[in-house]
């Protein structure tokens, strides 16, 4: 009874939810051991530079299969891990999966930029800097091939220590990402307050570029601002070859989505990257 009180939801609706309650407490049981045995992993998912068709990067994505429920989305559990004050674990544990993931490809010869998710409420009251500062001690890694993708940005209060935390964070060499750009969950106010270094687009405009002028037109100005102001800009979601040349002609830096590659596991990213340096080399080589 005592440990059921302590994993009681934060956010409990109505008398009605009994069930989603119960569903909850036993799906947080088997998220608090999958995170105490390590068995939450992450995917790979490369980005491109839109201009050369290179695979420069890739965004960290984690991942958690239950033996019994299979594949919970990371939305969800990423919640149930707020929920219960466990999201600077997660973060910790993805973080430094990630490290060592791009300490093996250093290891085979290549240097991507690895971009991890940090959801902005744990800029809040959390030491988010002090534990990315400590996962770069421990796995040690070129600070400037990481990229914190902050999400939820549209939960920040207070822009000035959210500031603070981020200019902290940056000293360490670390890139921002602003992530999920142009949806209610990340908001034009906080491109003002908050030193970032690049911009995501998110999929819901990218998807639409050539059913809707008015996305097309988002797009294309959002990659304008970024180039007149000094900001990357990425767009995910990219799932043909259509938006892709279009994406690019807009002057859109990077690119993601199902079209370049699915999220992969590390040494199918590590194949990937042999595969386009083989097919690079001979170029290079004709000196
Ligand atoms: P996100 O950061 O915007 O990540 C992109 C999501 O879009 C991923 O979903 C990815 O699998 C999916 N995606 C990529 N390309 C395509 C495409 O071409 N078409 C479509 N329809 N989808 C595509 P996923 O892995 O389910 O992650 C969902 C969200 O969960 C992420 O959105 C991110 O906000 C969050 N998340 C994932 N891993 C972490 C993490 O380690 N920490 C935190 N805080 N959040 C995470
Ligand atoms: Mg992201
Ligand atoms: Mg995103
Ligand atoms: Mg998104």
Redesign the pocket.
């Known amino acids: 009874d005592q440990a059921r009180e302590a994993y009681r939801p934060v956010f409990i609706i109505s008398d009605t939810v009994d069930d989603a309650e119960e569903w909850d407490y036993s799906l947080q049981a088997r998220l608090e051991s999958a995170l105490s045995q390590d068995r939450i992993s ?2 790979l ?1 490369p980005q491109a530079d839109l201009r050369t068709g290179q695979i420069i990067g890739a ?5 958690w299969v239950d033996e019994e429920r299979g594949e919970i ?3 969800r559990f ?1 919640l149930q891990c707020e929920r219960v004050g466990r ?1 600077d674990e ?2 910790k544990r ?1 973080l430094m999966k990630s490290l060592s993931a791009a300490e093996t490809l250093r290891q085979a010869g290549h240097t991507p930029r690895i971009s ?4 902005a409420i ?1 800029f809040v009251d959390t030491r988010i800097a002090e534990l990315i500062e400590r996962c770069l001690a421990v796995r040690p890694a070129d600070p400037s091939r990481l990229t914190i ?1 902050l ?2 940005t549209a939960r920040i209060e207070d822009f000035s220590s959210a500031r603070s935390v981020i200019e902290e964070i940056k000293a360490l060499g670390v890139s921002f990402s602003m ?2 750009f142009g949806v209610a969950s990340a908001n034009l106010e906080a491109m003002f307050e908050l030193p970032f270094d690049e911009i ?1 687009i ?2 819901l405009f990218v ?1 639409r570029i050539h059913s809707s002028p008015m996305a097309r037109a988002i797009v294309a100005n959002v990659s304008r601002l970024a180039r007149e102001t000094g900001l990357t800009s990425v767009a ?4 043909d070859q259509q938006t892709f040349t279009a994406l690019r002609e807009m002057g859109v830096d990077i690119g ?5 590659a ?2 992969i596991v590390l040494s199918e990213l590590e194949k990937t990257l042999s595969l386009q340096k083989d097919a690079i080399a001979p170029f290079e080589n004709r000196g």
């Open positions: 992450i995917k998912q965004e960290a994505l984690a991942r989305p990371p939305a990423i999201l997660l973060t993805i991890v998710n940090v959801s744990q993708e999400t939820e992530d999920d995501k998110d999929q998807q995910e979601g990219i799932e993601q989505g199902y079209h370049i699915r999220p």
